[in-house]
């Protein structure tokens, strides 16, 4: 059974800065794609970045350089650094897993969803 656990979502000032963090465990294929989405009150769930087994990424359009990716594959852990936090980056970011993480309906894994609240 996989698991993937986020942590690190808080409560932040606009220009602020924050690391999300997803411990993955169980059997889930090394080979897969990893990524993050989020989803704001009201909004449809939308891509965030996501990476290749081999480190390739890709990001959603509103990114804009602000966020990197990266994911520790001895440590099973996917991570998310988010810069120049902007209002309108508040929402619920989830980890999720492959087969096409790029794809939302063919996400296999989700996590519960860590909250990200940017305000002054």
């Known amino acids: 059974q996989v698991h993937l656990v986020e942590s690190g979502g808080g409560l932040v000032q606009p220009g602020g800065s924050l690391r999300l963090s997803c411990a993955v465990s169980?059997?889930?294929?090394?080979?897969?794609?990893m990524g993050w989405y989020r989803q704001a009150p009201g909004k449809q769930r939308e891509l965030v970045a996501a990476?290749?087994?081999?480190?390739?990424?890709t990001y959603g359009d509103f990114v804009k350089d602000r966020f990197t990716i990266s994911r520790d594959s001895a440590q099973n852990t996917v991570l998310l650094q988010m810069n120049t936090l902007e209002v309108e980056d508040t929402a619920v970011y989830y980890c999720?897993?492959?087969?096409?993480?790029?794809?939302?309906?063919?996400?296999?894994?989700w996590g519960q969803g860590t909250e990200v609240t940017v305000s002054s």
């Open positions: 990476i290749t087994s081999s480190g390739s990424t």
């Open positions: 999720a897993g492959g087969p096409i993480v790029t794809h939302l309906p063919s996400v296999r894994y």
């Open positions: 169980g059997s889930i294929s090394s080979s897969w794609p």
